[in-house]
């Protein structure tokens, strides 16, 4: 059995959008060539200009849809591949683009300081080589990505084990964890939340966790109370 034991220092403070998904094969194809990108940065905040996501790569995606977590395939769905470029945890985002005169809506849940992840569009819109991508407007929510909550996470094929290695007791623990690329990026907007329960100091308890993968899981937050 595939086993990763992961040592968790990020204390988590809020609640972000969880899907549950089915795991999918990785982006395909690039950007098509003639493509035109304006307002290659999104607002921190509705309104605002701050540049705190960037938008690293626009293309078309071919695969098994994650988003939605039904594995259906689909061919040609836009897709773009979106940066935390701040120190925050970024909790959720809703990023609007028109695509040759079509609303495109990308949704990016639970993405650590610095990472980047491949989102594909909310709705599955299918793209051609030769059309324009105009960002519209975004919304985000950002917060601190805190202290050690003392939780020792391992992962199993279906499961996690969560240990408590702090001297208090919690009342109950959320682990958050996504899906990585075969390229090191994230994969897909959403992220996957399960709950450990109340774990007394020095207790373990192991919990079922629909799509988890050693190989292919990261854990990128974890919630106590």
């Known amino acids: 059995m595939k086993r990763m034991i992961v040592r968790w220092a990020g204390a988590l403070v809020a609640l972000v959008l969880t899907v549950s998904g089915c795991g999918a094969p990785p982006p395909e194809g690039t950007v098509p060539s003639g493509v035109e990108v304006e307002d290659v940065t999104v607002p921190y ?3 605002t200009e701050d540049g705190k996501l960037t938008f690293l790569e626009f293309t078309r995606y071919t695969g098994g849809f994650l988003e939605d977590g039904s594995g259906d395939p689909v061919e040609d769905v836009a897709a773009i591949l979106v940066q935390n470029t701040t120190s925050e945890y970024l909790q959720y985002a809703q990023l609007r683009f028109q695509i040759g005169g079509a609303e495109a809506t990308f949704l990016v849940t639970g993405l650590p300081p610095g990472a980047r992840c491949w989102v594909l569009e909310r709705d599955r819109l299918t793209v051609e080589a030769d059309l324009v991508y105009r960002y519209i407007e975004g919304s985000t ?4 990505v805190g202290e050690d909550t003392g939780m020792d996470v391992e992962l199993k094929d279906g499961s996690l084990v969560v240990r408590n290695l702090s001297e ?3 009342s109950e623990v959320y682990v958050y964890y996504r899906t990585v690329h075969e390229d090191g ?9 399960c ?3 109340a774990l007394a100091a020095g207790e ?3 919990v079922t966790a629909g799509h988890c993968d050693p190989e292919v899981t990261r854990v990128v937050r974890i919630e106590r109370s």
Request: proline residues 4%; without cysteine; glycine residues 16%.
């Open 141 to 144: 929510a950002f917060v601190p």
């Open 185 to 193: 990026n994230y994969f897909g907007g959403i992220t996957y939340r």
């Open 204 to 206: 373990q308890a192991e």
């Open 168 to 170: 208090t007791d919690a």
């Open 45 to 47: 905040r509705s309104g």
């Open 195 to 197: 709950s450990a329960g």
